[in-house]
């Protein structure tokens, strides 16, 4: 800016000078002369000008800024907005999906409609409270309408000692996937064991203790105590804590460019009349209860290896064991007949997901139920009860997807799924992700 | 029994006050040693050739944060992928934002590439500004300063130590600076080809010229299509070097060079992205021979 208007100065003052009568050429060679030196001094002077610029910048100056590295100094808590879409080619009508030889789970456990459909929305808001205190909740908007709390609950922050607790609805601590959000899962959907055992996923209305032990190897331990209330649980309007879970977790690093975690976990719940439809044997519908203990066990282990240059690999698996006893009472509106019931059910999953180069990943995934033989008292016949006749689900998934960024995903993901009794459904989805607003940080 | 005991004698046998430093990146990992020396134990969740911005919150760090004393993060968002999840799990009230024991290097220096607008189509950018502060070692001093201070107010017994250190380490490095600055000299006013965002406070230094970016915006990966556009746009700009880390996927650079005859160089970015950046001292000397030597 400031050069230009020297410029202008100096070629005013030429023409200026050029306008005057020329008389000889010894007259021309000096205003030559005079030019040149003043083209000169105006530059040394820009030169100088600019030095002093340059120096005025690079002197430091102290930025002072909120220390937070996730950009949430202002009071404004940190919005984040998950959107979601599918379309889906499914060989079976999803309305009917069942996982045979299990008693259903009331979550929503089948693929989402065929065609078109909009997956959950999810809003998420969090900030710190206070010194002690941060705050976040996650709600889950669906497509045809209202809202689900999907997580909301406040957590420690200055308890100390590597001790946190969280009170609230969250995300049980429990096995690996279920820490995180579905938006987050490396496949369009949950593994078959998290669909038939957990209802998707597990979370409660509670509270949870969590300890990080003083060691170079990561040794975490965690207690939650809730109300129960979804699946494998009922809601028991009593006093005190109706489910409870534990959870260990141990990990750390094998070279520079691998890590891995391995855990145990247990959810343990007394449900008093936990209703599910069948149909008897004559084909009628009924409606059964169970009432009694469930013990589901998990085992979970994940290794992730980084090649450099953006190629990884993460080799993860769980597996599921549940134990049930107590009274199952059949056709409680009819006949209201109660037995004996005990059943011991497992499953598992194993996943790997390469990212074989930058934006690009591709995954397989192997599911596998066992329903095992319900073992009754005598009363009632196994006949009676057709969804739990022994069956041993299983599905196969491949998947790839891109990234355009760290914020969106799109994911195209086939299926093989043998969950329902003596029927294949082959399932086709193209799925895209993408987060907008506060950048969220990721759990491992 | 005897292991368990061999480990018990191992575990009190470690430094006993010794603070616990956890650095984010290798350089800061550094700095905390040339300044304190043994009285600190300082752990890098990141190494040499690891991508800074794609870090993930692996159990070991969670593990290594809880027993911190001081986390000494870049800032500029540069964690903000990894860290808030790092120091929530964590369990350690002392370096939580705010606390004394939390450290930022991005509030010590003067910030460059500050954006004028903040949207994501513009990739990934950063509000604070360009977070890679390490690649001007004038950077380093004003970092040290604050660091050398931190660590004295979170060991008051030891702050002579720290200070001293700092001192030590300042003459050294500013003599190490004036010889550094002389031989990079002819390269004042060259242009280069840089591959990611990486390069701003270095060429800054240098007073280089960045003609051109490799990357189409920050963070994400040139297409073909790009780098072929790139090649001619660059062509009047005569760059004289295409820049990249150590850690970076070869490819682009390698490719542009190739159509280009422009000379790649691979600057170890920080400590450990090669074998000469043993220690800062050793960053710079290989940056600086790196980028003199295609030149003569
Ligand atoms: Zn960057």
Redesign the pocket.
């Known amino acids: 800016m400031q050069r230009n208007s020297l410029w202008v100065a100096s070629f005013s003052s030429l023409s200026l000078a050029l306008a005057a009568p020329l008389a000889q050429a010894d007259d021309l060679k000096a205003l030559r002369e005079e030019v040149a030196q003043l083209k000169k001094s105006y530059e040394e002077r820009i030169a100088a000008l600019e030095a002093r610029i340059a120096q005025a910048e690079s002197s430091p100056q102290k930025v002072s800024r909120g220390a937070t590295p996730s950009g949430e100094a202002t009071f404004n808590p940190a919005i984040s907005l998950v959107l979601a879409g599918t379309y889906t080619r499914l060989s079976q009508d999803p309305e009917a999906y069942a996982i045979d030889g299990f008693v259903p789970s009331g979550g929503e456990v089948g693929p989402p409609r065929r065609s078109f459909g909009l997956g959950e929305s999810e809003l998420g808001i969090a900030a710190n409270i206070d010194p002690t205190l941060r705050g976040q909740m996650t709600l889950a908007l669906a497509p045809e309408g209202g809202a689900d709390v999907e997580e909301a609950y406040i957590q420690t922050l200055a308890l100390g000692g590597g001790a946190t607790l969280k009170a609230g609805r969250f995300l049980s601590g429990i096995g690996y996937t279920n820490g995180q959000h579905a938006h987050a899962w490396d496949f369009a959907d949950a593994p078959l064991a998290y669909k038939a055992m957990l209802g998707g996923q597990w979370k409660n209305d509670g509270v949870q203790a969590k300890w990080i032990a003083p060691t170079d190897l990561l040794v975490e331990m965690g207690v939650e105590a809730g109300a129960g209330g979804a699946f494998p649980t009922t809601d028991r309007n009593k006093n005190g804590n109706t489910v409870g879970a534990l959870f260990a977790h141990v990990g750390g690093d094998a070279g520079d460019n691998a890590s891995w975690r391995a855990g145990l976990s247990v959810l343990g719940t007394s449900p008093r009349d936990r209703q599910y439809d069948d149909v008897d044997s004559l084909g009628n519908d009924v409606t059964n209860t169970f009432t009694g203990k469930s013990r589901t066990w998990i085992a979970d282990a994940v290794w992730k290896q980084d090649f450099g240059f953006d190629r990884k690999l993460i080799v993860q698996g769980e597996y599921f064991r549940r134990r049930e006893s107590g009274t199952l009472a059949f056709d409680v509106d009819g006949a209201n007949l109660a037995d004996g019931y005990r059943a011991a059910q497992s499953g598992y999953y194993v996943q790997t997901v390469y990212q074989f180069m930058p934006r690009w990943r591709a995954g397989y995934r192997y599911d596998r139920l066992d329903s095992g033989e319900v073992s009754l008292g005598g009363t009632l016949n196994a006949d009676d009860l057709p969804i739990l006749a022994a069956y041993k689900p299983k599905r196969n998934s491949l998947m790839v997807d891109w990234s355009s960024s760290e914020f969106a995903r799109l994911r195209l993901q086939f299926a093989r799924d043998e969950s329902r009794r003596d029927l294949i459904d082959r399932q086709l989805w193209l799925q895209y992700v993408v987060s907008l607003g506060a950048h969220g940080a990721h759990r491992y | 029994m005897r292991t368990l005991l061999f480990v018990l004698a191992a575990w009190f046998a470690l430094p006993a006050h010794a603070i616990q430093v956890f650095a984010t990146v290798p350089e800061w990992a550094a700095l905390a040693k040339e300044i304190g020396g043994d009285k600190v134990n300082v752990f890098a969740a990141t190494h040499g050739l690891q991508d800074p ?1 794609h870090v993930e919150a692996r159990p070991s760090l969670i593990a290594r944060a809880r027993r911190a004393d001081l986390m000494i993060a870049t800032g500029a968002e ?1 964690e903000v992928g990894w860290l808030p999840v790092v120091l929530r799990e964590s369990g350690n009230v002392r370096v939580q934002p705010g606390q004394p024991g939390y450290f930022e290097a991005a509030d010590h220096v003067r910030m460059l590439d500050v954006p004028a607008r903040l949207d994501r189509a513009d990739g ?1 950018v950063h509000a604070a500004g ?3 502060i390490q690649t001007d070692p004038r950077n380093i001093l004003a970092v040290g300063k604050a660091l050398s201070e931190s660590l004295a107010t979170i060991d008051a017994a030891n702050a002579a130590t720290y200070r001293a250190g700092f001192a030590a380490f300042a003459e050294k490095w500013r003599t190490a600076l004036a010889r550094w600055e002389k031989d990079a000299a002819p390269l004042k006013g060259q242009p280069v080809v840089v591959q ?3 390069w701003t406070y270095l060429l800054d230094w240098l007073g280089m010229k960045e003609a051109a970016a490799l990357e189409p915006k ?2 994400v990966e040139p297409s073909a299509a790009h780098l072929a556009r790139l090649v001619e746009q660059t062509a009047a700009s005569r760059p004289k070097l295409v820049l990249r880390a150590a850690y970076n996927n070869p490819r682009p650079a390698e490719w542009y060079s190739a159509q280009t005859r422009v000379p790649v160089a691979v600057l170890p970015f920080t400590v450990g992205g090669n074998e000469a950046a043993k220690d800062l001292f050793g960053l710079f000397d290989d940056t600086v021979r790196r980028l003199v030597e295609p030149l003569r």
Do not use: Q, R, V
């Open positions: 911005h540069l990934d360009n977070p890679h990611h965002k990486s920050p963070g």
